[in-house]
């Protein structure tokens, strides 16, 4: 009995430990939970393009000789800067080669260096401004420039154009070079004179040339000539008179001798 009994012993043991090891076995084989698939986060903006503003100038139109003083000045860089690493942008008034060439006074070979650079500083806006902004400008003059302190800018908008006071120069924008932001040039066809610099005695406008004098003609009598006209036409007349008045006394003569005969 004894025998019978350690076999069943070893038997249930066994299922036993079998039973277990598979449950175990089971639970390790589940696979494991799924997790939330994580939401994207936004792209983020991406950059404005870069803008080459000595590009820009050079094969935008004839502005050769404000691109030359803004590289003698290293003044571009802080265009070009403010273009590219800031978020407000910039806007530049462009004056053309014709308005340098016909800059007769004052002129800026006068100036030092300090001078020209807050002159050409004078020209650009730390701020981007389409064609559709220069109205809210006209409410904000006068408006501050990159040359900072007393050089302001003001505008004016006179039937849809942009109008331009520097306190030297008055000018108007006539055309749009090139407007996305962040950049903005705007073509202007004067120099902007800043008062900080050129003071408020502003030159008077040319008066025109005196037209010549004519000379008198050879053959025009002078006064005199005329005077000896009017004494030599009054001369026959006197004449004349005097013909009469001895006309009238001979006729009394002989009226007076013919009277004496008939009595005598």
Same mark, same amino acid.
């Given at each position: ?13 066994? =299922? ?5 090891? /598979?449950?175990?076995?089971? #639970? !390790? $084989?589940?696979s ?12 983020? $903006?991406? =950059? ?6 000595t590009?820009?100038?050079?094969? $935008? ?9 803004l ?10 800067? #403010? ?14 080669? *014709? ?15 300090? #001078? ?5 500083l004078?020209? +650009?806006? %730390?701020?981007?401004?389409?064609? *559709? &902004?220069?109205?809210?400008? !006209? #409410?904000? *003059? ?6 900072? +302190? ?6 004016? &908008? ?6 331009? /006071? ?8 006539? /055309?749009?070079?090139?407007s996305?932001?962040?950049? $903005? ?20 406008? %040319?008066?025109?040339?005196? @037209?010549?004098?004519?000379?008198? =003609? =050879?053959?025009?009598?002078?006064? @005199? ?12 007349? *006197?004449? @004349?008179y ?23």
């Amino acid at each position: 009995m004894k025998n019978m009994e350690s076999p069943m012993i070893f038997i249930v043991c066994s =299922a036993l430990l079998l039973l277990c090891t /598979s449950t175990a076995y089971a #639970q !390790t $084989a589940k696979s494991p939970p799924i997790s939330p698939t994580p939401t994207p986060s936004p792209a983020p $903006a991406p =950059a404005p393009e870069y803008v080459n503003l000595t590009d820009l100038l050079t094969v $935008a139109g004839p502005f050769q000789t404000f691109l030359t003083y803004l590289q003698s000045t290293k003044v571009l860089d802080t265009f070009q800067n #403010q273009a590219n690493n800031t978020e407000e942008g910039v806007t530049i008034f462009v004056p053309t080669n *014709s308005a340098f060439s016909s800059l007769k006074k004052p002129s800026l070979s006068n100036l030092t260096q300090d #001078q020209l650079k807050s002159l050409l500083l004078f020209h +650009g806006l %730390p701020h981007f401004y389409s064609l *559709s &902004d220069f109205k809210n400008l !006209t #409410q904000l *003059s006068p408006v501050p420039t990159f040359a900072g +302190g007393q050089y302001t800018l003001n505008f004016t &908008d006179v039937s849809g154009v942009a109008k331009i /006071s520097s306190g030297w120069s008055n000018t108007k924008v006539s /055309s749009s070079v090139h407007s996305t932001d962040p950049v $903005a040039i705007y073509q202007v066809d004067k120099v902007l004179l800043p008062e900080a610099i050129f003071g408020t005695d502003i030159p008077p406008t %040319p008066a025109p040339a005196p @037209s010549p004098d004519i000379a008198p =003609a =050879a053959d025009t009598p002078s006064g @005199s000539t005329s005077g000896g006209k009017a004494s030599s036409t009054s001369s026959p007349s *006197s004449s @004349s008179y005097k013909m009469i008045s001895w006309g009238i006394w001979s006729q009394l003569v002989l009226a007076l001798s013919g009277l004496l005969v008939l009595f005598l």
